[in-house]
């Protein structure tokens, strides 16, 4: 049986979730055909957390996206009922002094009116005594800022949508025929869903849906977290005394969350991995990975140097290759949309 909507979203990520929502508010017919449920482990939006931040140096736009995003996000985590899928941790930026991104982020900040602090090196020092900071860093808080619990935060989106109307289809898209237009999709178990308009929000499988368009345009990345047992009773590593804390002191971008819904104390390089097959790779972390990462605790958390590994999430970046999205218009294929390459920022938009 063939069902007819006015559009079809293809990928029920944070992207694709969050477009069937908007399209339905708009009183679109929508099916959301997902391959393995909202959120699921194997996704980019996948696992514990993500941070929501404004700073994004002199890239004005994404701060104004986040800015919109935050207050989207509460509004649909108070509609749901679940406040708690926002924990406003605040965010510490912290880099040596003079680095452009900061003063960047500043300027964008004073221009569109983002809550902040601006913090010397010896107050950042003063501050967060639990952190030793790469000799002299000059730092930015954005208190109204912390992270969403991911993947619960995606299936919150996806049950709104549902409630709304969207219908949810499971079931894995085969990569579109080529033409003008496309009328249906169809799935492996041979399924077809057709539509007016179809807007594919796969994430890190899009280069395998439009493998000419994308295969080179989308480069997935292997990536990997980490969540380590904070001492017991020790509240310096917990919120509030410990926000999130993105370093921009060396090359390594390392970043921490506090423990978050019963997680460990999380921690990560914000470093491209390598190349990494969403279906078929492995999901182990890797022993050079989990090195490095405790190379970092040891350095810039030295009371947690030997904490216990909790657990470890291996996840995908969808990276361009300057770091902006990919959003718009199929160009061969008038009534097709691809939206992806979140480039490890994606979730907070
Ligand atoms: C370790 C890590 C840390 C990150 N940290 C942050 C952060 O702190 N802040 C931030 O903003 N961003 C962060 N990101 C990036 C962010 O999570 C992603 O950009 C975002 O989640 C991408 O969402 P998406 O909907 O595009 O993709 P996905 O979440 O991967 O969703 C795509 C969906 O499409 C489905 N799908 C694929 N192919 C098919 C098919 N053929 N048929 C049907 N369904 C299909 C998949 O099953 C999947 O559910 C991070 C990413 C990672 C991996």
Excluded at 114 to 129: D, G, H, N, T
Excluded at 146 to 170: C, D, I, P, Y
Excluded at 296 to 325: K, S
């Amino acid at each position: 049986m063939r069902k007819t909507y006015d559009c079809v979203v293809v990928g029920a990520g944070c992207w694709g979730a969050w477009t069937a929502l908007r399209l339905r508010e708009r009183g679109r017919r929508v099916a959301l055909v997902e391959a393995w449920g909202a959120g699921h482990a194997r996704s980019s939006s996948g696992g514990a957390s993500r941070i929501i931040r404004m700073g994004y140096g002199a890239d004005e736009i994404y701060t104004r996206w986040a800015m919109r995003s935050l207050a989207d996000w509460q509004r649909l985590f108070e509609q749901a009922g679940q406040p708690e899928l926002f924990q406003r941790t605040g965010v510490l930026w912290t880099a040596r002094a003079g680095h452009a991104h900061i003063a960047g982020t500043r300027a964008v900040f004073d221009r569109a009116g983002v809550s902040y602090q601006a913090l010397a090196a010896e107050e950042v020092r003063q501050r967060y005594p639990q952190i030793r900071f790469a000799g002299e860093v000059t730092g930015i808080v954005e208190p109204e800022s912390g992270a969403l619990l991911a993947s619960r935060a995606v299936r919150a989106v996806a049950a709104e949508a549902a409630q709304l109307g969207v219908e949810a289809v499971t079931g894995r898209v085969l990569p579109p025929e080529r033409g003008e237009r496309l009328e249906w999709v169809e799935t492996e178990n041979g399924d077809k869903v057709a539509g007016g308009a179809f807007v594919f929000a796969c994430g890190p499988w899009l280069p395998k849906l439009f493998p000419r368009l994308l295969g080179d345009g989308i480069e997935v990345t292997r990536q990997e977290v980490f969540y380590f047992a904070a001492p017991a009773g020790d509240l310096r590593f917990a919120q509030p005394a410990m926000p999130v804390w993105i370093d921009f002191s060396d090359e390594r971008g390392g970043y921490a969350l506090p423990p978050l819904a019963g997680k460990g104390f999380k921690l990560a390089l914000d470093r491209h991995g390598p190349r990494f097959d969403p279906d078929a790779g492995g999901r182990e972390a890797s022993a050079g990975e989990l090195a490095a990462a405790r190379a970092f605790l040891r350095e810039r958390f030295p009371e947690m140097a030997e904490a216990p590994l909790l657990e470890a999430e291996v996840c995908q970046y969808g990276n361009t290759a300057n770091g902006d999205f990919v959003i718009g218009r199929h160009p061969e294929m008038e009534n097709v949309w691809i939206a992806g390459g979140g480039s490890g920022h994606g979730f907070k938009h």
